[in-house]
């Protein structure tokens, strides 16, 4: 398996990688795409994503963390939560947000980067690399991140809708890190992720499977009968302060 120290090639944090032949290939660079020097994600996931992004604009990634820290990151979240407090989650842009139990019903926690507890941090690490990996292959402008530990209650659902707001989000790139060991078919609360009237994608709140999409796909949150924990966050093309 390809692994991104095992190849000398280049000095930088860029290396040049071929892709096999079976893969999609990018409209602007032949069989090549530009792969972050993989630290922290095994070089072909990274291929993977950029695959699926450019076919479909969303990417199941199961196991993008292992079990073990998937869980110590969870264990961070309800620790939070149990000294913190979660709050209703809002609707709509910041400034006139509004909660709507109607439209959403989970509970968030905003991380602070900055701050974060240590397996927390080690996601918002990974992220940061998808975000260079992203920008390079496809020139999307992003330049930060803001993310919320997120809890949806059994019962709990956010129906359809859109992530990039209409009137100038900076939101253009979703994702969504599932914490829940064990999820079965029948505790519902999938992400369902639509192409005009059909289900693109069904995703189920596994464990360490991150789920990545376009703001603009319309998606949603069906009925969970578990509690459903995750760390939810969006790609900005702004910085925030
Ligand atoms: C959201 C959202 C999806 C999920 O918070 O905007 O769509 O699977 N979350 O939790
Ligand atoms: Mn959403």
Redesign the pocket.
């Known amino acids: 398996m390809a692994n991104a120290s095992a190849c000398p090639c280049y000095p930088n944090d860029v290396r040049l990688v071929h892709i096999p032949n079976t893969r999609v290939k990018s409209k602007s660079l032949g069989s090549l795409r530009y792969i972050l020097t993989a630290k922290l994600m095994n070089i072909m996931d990274v291929t993977d994503l950029l695959d699926a992004f450019e076919k479909d604009g969303f990417y199941e990634w199961r196991n993008f963390q292992d079990t073990a820290d998937a869980m110590a990151v969870r264990t961070e979240l309800l620790e939070t939560e149990q000294s913190n407090g979660f709050k209703q989650a809002a609707i709509g842009k910041q400034g006139e947000a509004m909660v709507n139990s109607g439209q959403r019903s989970d509970t968030i926690h905003w991380i602070a980067a900055d701050s974060a507890a240590p397996y927390t941090a080690q996601v918002l690490e990974k992220l940061s690399e998808i975000i260079t990996v992203l920008n390079r292959n496809f020139y999307l402008g992003i330049r930060d991140f803001e993310c919320h530990y997120t809890h949806y209650p059994p019962g709990s659902f ?1 129906k359809r ?3 990039r707001h209409r009137s100038g989000s900076s939101r253009v790139v ?1 994702f969504v890190l599932y914490l829940n060991a064990d999820w079965q078919l029948d505790d519902g609360g999938e992400l369902v992720i639509y192409e005009g009237s059909s289900e693109a994608a069904v995703i189920r709140p596994q464990l360490g499977t991150l789920a990545i999409f376009l ?1 603009e796909k319309e ?1 949603e ?1 069906l009925i969970t009968a578990r509690d459903r924990m995750s760390i ?1 966050g969006w790609l900005l093309t702004e910085s925030i302060l």
């Open positions: 956010y809708h859109v992530d979703s703001s998606h949150v939810t």
